[in-house]
């Protein structure tokens, strides 16, 4: 082989090389950016108490569980209440994807309810995710009526959430729901 043909197959080689490793990076999802993080503080097995602020109810008690998946790109959880008989009341379950392109985090939920607690079974919520000021608010908006979870009082091993509605766009918070939450022995 003559010193031009080789020296223009090593020019193709590398010319190639270099295309299938350009085109390889395209074919990769995006990486998991330190966003993605932002609700690690959650993740696990956690048992709850819940105060309804109604003297007709005792107190609930439940388990919430969080879990990362798709690669870090999601947190689901189940939150499951229990009826005090050994069965379920509420069960709900909450799939947030982060959007790396965006830099958001959005989330559907769907719920199954005792039918003394409501009627909504199986009917899917969509809402947004944020971050603000250490704490974590899912939000679902339908009109000026605002329902949201705020987690706060995040810690290793406990945190607080509340369940509150707004009928004025947010400029007031009804119908509270306390959880105190602490990190389940297993």
């Known amino acids: 082989m003559s010193r031009m043909m080789r020296g223009v197959a090593v020019l193709l080689v590398v010319t190639v090389a270099v295309a299938v490793s350009a085109v390889a990076q395209q074919w990769d999802i995006p990486t998991v950016s330190s966003e993605t993080h932002a609700l690690d503080s959650l ?4 048992t ?8 007709q109810y005792p107190q609930v008690k439940g388990v919430w569980t969080f879990n990362r998946s798709a690669d870090g790109f999601m947190v ?4 499951r209440n229990f009826n005090g008989t050994g069965g379920t009341a509420v069960l709900v379950e909450t799939y947030r994807a982060y959007n790396p ?3 958001t985090w959005s989330f559907q939920t769907a719920g199954y309810q005792a039918p ?3 009627l909504r079974n199986g009917e899917w919520d969509a809402g947004v995710t944020r971050i603000q000021d250490g704490q974590i608010f899912d939000e679902v908006t339908k009109g000026s009526t ?3 979870v705020r987690f706060y009082n995040l810690k290793r091993g406990s945190f607080s959430c509340v369940f509150e509605t707004s009928n004025d766009g947010g400029k007031t918070w009804v119908n509270p729901i306390d959880i105190e939450a602490v990190r389940a022995q297993d």
């Open 48 to 55: 709850y108490v819940e105060d309804l602020h109604n003297p």
């Open 43 to 46: 993740l696990g097995k956690w």
């Open 116 to 118: 003394m607690i409501g």
């Open 146 to 148: 605002i329902a949201r």
């Open 101 to 103: 392109d965006k830099k």
């Open 76 to 79: 689901i959880d189940e939150f």
